[in-house]
């Protein structure tokens, strides 16, 4: 089980892009040699700020949702874990699916892989790889009271996927937590960022 | 849907798997010319088969009638009664050879993981194969008429070839099933061996899922070879404990089939269908994101998957501007969460509003020690 009050909060806008966190999720013993960690470049010609990836670990996940193989479980704790080896045919549903990007599946293997919050660590109340390393804590694991405390900016888990609200267990830091943040794709479309 | 009561059955999955299950009787039925060859020492074997083939009928049908399951089934279905069938059934074949028999998929995630899966698998389809028609009395072995050296064998009731007892072929039909508890008990052991070894495996397996499964094909395969053990080396000593033993343990696995780890078995031809479907896929070609132009998703799964958000009732999933959230590739979605951050920050990218670092002391876990 983890802990309920610890939570994880992610910033991009902190996130300095050094790749720290891609190092330390492809040492992770469940999935050898393969980040599952995504650091993407927002625009590489408008700016140099890049942003990290990890599963947001929804409520009613649509990763799961959309699985033929009904190979994706989320335990008691919240935490939506890597596809059950023995079902996963690698159709790819969740990649396209998920609403912020996070599964990978592996052609050939015929897998999907994703974070799975370091379930081994955290489960132990370990952190996750890659908040034990992100110097400017654009990814970190803590406990939630603390993080009230301690940052501006305050814990979100409710987005809007267009109109479709999606509630997570993983926040993402926003200065009004009480509006869901919207996403939409329009912001990207008139490279309005 | 309809549930009944406590135990949450849904109805239709439940009618299909009675269809089944009586389907079945009637193959029985017929085999073993109105129960007339049915072993009676097999009996218990008869009914736990009977038994676990509605459970996994059950769960069959109910996992097939699922929405996302079922994209897929229809597809493949229609696929299979379209003139393409002809095109793809070649393909099919060879994709059954690769995936299903030789399991190659397993090879690319770990060489270790195969070998294990492949000894086990192999040697459970093995015996499966043997024991089944054996059960339902569809194969038969007689002495041929008065002539002790030679045996019979009946399919269906119906004379099927002769071979002398003291031949290779005599050798192998009395222990074939000796050679697939061999595998099983290797492939159990290396995969346990595996699992040992490898410290992801250790740290994330559970009992039920993935230990429990191997114990239960450890236990009637080891139970199978003492029988021979028994019979061959003390004089059929013990034979009839360990012949109930074993009775037990075949009856408790075929049981547990539909709610175990060993279902996958049914739902893995399901990867068939899914590779055709991605090559077909990708005969239509792929859509570009519509954010970032780069061609992403399969022209027949972008269609399938839209209509699957209606069926979930996630048809909200649309952004301004009549894009569909399927129309962003997977990269774009990531970047539009950052994109969207930096909106509600007012637009600034400005790594050093936040509260300085020295007020937020990296935290260690809850046991104190520094990770
Ligand atoms: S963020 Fe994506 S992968 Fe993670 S639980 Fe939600 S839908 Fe699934
Ligand atoms: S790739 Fe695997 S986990 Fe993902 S939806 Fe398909 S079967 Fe499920």
């Known amino acids: 089980m983890v802990s309920d009050e610890y939570g994880f909060f992610i910033d991009p806008q902190r996130c300095i892009g050094c790749k720290s966190c891609v190092g330390a999720c492809g040492e992770c013993g469940t999935h050898k040699g393969r980040p599952m960690i995504h650091l993407d470049e927002l625009d590489r010609l408008e700016s140099p700020q890049t ?6 670990h929804c409520e009613d996940p649509i990763c799961a949702q959309v699985c033929p193989a009904d190979a994706i479980k989320r335990s008691e704790d919240g935490v939506v874990h890597s596809s059950q080896k023995p079902r996963c045919i690698g159709c790819q549903n969740c990649e396209l ?4 990007g996070v599964p990978i599946v592996f052609s050939g293997l015929e897998q999907m892989l994703k974070c799975d919050l370091c ?11 890659c908040a034990t390393v992100c110097p400017s804590q654009a990814l970190l694991y803590a406990p939630k009271a603390q993080v009230e405390l301690m940052r501006r900016a305050k814990p979100v888990r409710e987005f809007l996927v267009g109109s479709l609200l999606v509630k997570t267990r993983t926040a993402v830091m926003l200065p009004d937590p009480e509006t869901p943040l919207h996403l939409d794709a329009a912001l990207l479309i008139e490279g309005g960022f | 849907m309809a549930t009944l009561g406590s135990l949450d059955l849904q109805v239709r999955p439940l009618f299909r798997a009675a269809l089944t299950t009586l389907a079945l009787c009637g193959l029985v039925a017929l085999g073993s010319r109105g129960g007339r060859w049915i072993d009676p020492a097999l009996l218990g074997y008869l009914m736990a088969s009977i038994f676990a083939i509605f459970g996994v009928a059950y769960r069959y049908w109910e996992w097939v009638e699922r929405p996302a399951t079922w994209m897929y089934m229809r597809d493949s279905l229609r696929m299979l009664a379209s003139r393409r069938a002809l095109a ?13 028999f030789l399991q190659r998929f397993i ?15 192999w040697g459970c389809l093995l015996a499966f194969a043997v024991t089944f028609p054996l059960v ?30 003291h031949s290779f072929l005599g050798f192998l039909a009395f222990h074939v099933l000796d050679l697939a508890a061999v595998m099983v008990i290797a492939g159990c052991v290396l995969a346990f061996v595996r699992r040992r070894q490898d410290e992801g495996d250790t740290a994330t397996q559970r009992f039920d899922l993935d230990i429990a499964p191997l114990l239960v094909l450890l236990a009637v395969s080891v139970t199978g070879i003492l029988l021979t053990v028994s019979e061959k080396a003390f004089e059929g000593r013990n034979f009839q404990t360990i012949a109930y033993l074993h009775e037990l343990s075949v009856i408790f696995m075929l049981l547990s089939l539909p709610f175990g780890k060993l279902f996958h078995i049914v739902q893995r031809p399901a990867q068939l269908g899914v590779t055709i ?58 970047r539009l969460l950052a994109a969207s951050q930096n909106r509600r920050l007012g637009g600034a990218f400005d790594p050093f509003a936040a509260v300085p670092l020295e007020v937020e002391p990296l935290l260690d876990g809850p046991s104190g020690s520094p990770q």
């Open chain 1, 51 to 56: 942003t990290p990836t990890v599963c947001m």
């Open chain 1, 97 to 100: 699916s998920c609403p912020f």
């Open chain 1, 119 to 129: 379930y081994d660590r955290t489960s132990e109340g370990l952190k996750p790889m």
């Open chain 2, 88 to 100: 793809v059934l070649p393909r099919l074949g060879l994709l059954a050879l690769d995936q299903i």
């Open chain 2, 107 to 121: 090879e690319k995630r770990s060489l270790k993981r195969w070998g294990a899966h492949a000894l086990i698998a």
């Open chain 2, 136 to 165: 339902f009395g569809w194969v038969r072995f007689t002495s041929e008429g008065l002539n002790q050296d030679r045996y019979q064998t009946w399919l269906f009731g119906l004379p099927g070839g002769t071979f002398p007892v």
């Open chain 2, 277 to 334: 479907y991605k090559a077909e896929g990708e005969r239509e070609g792929r859509q570009p994101c519509k954010a970032c132009g780069t061609p992403f998703i399969r022209a027949n799964q972008r269609r399938d998957l839209e209509a699957l958000f209606h069926r979930l009732g996630l048809d909200a999933a649309r952004h301004s501007e009549g894009v569909h959230h399927l129309d962003l590739c997977p990269r774009c979605k990531r």
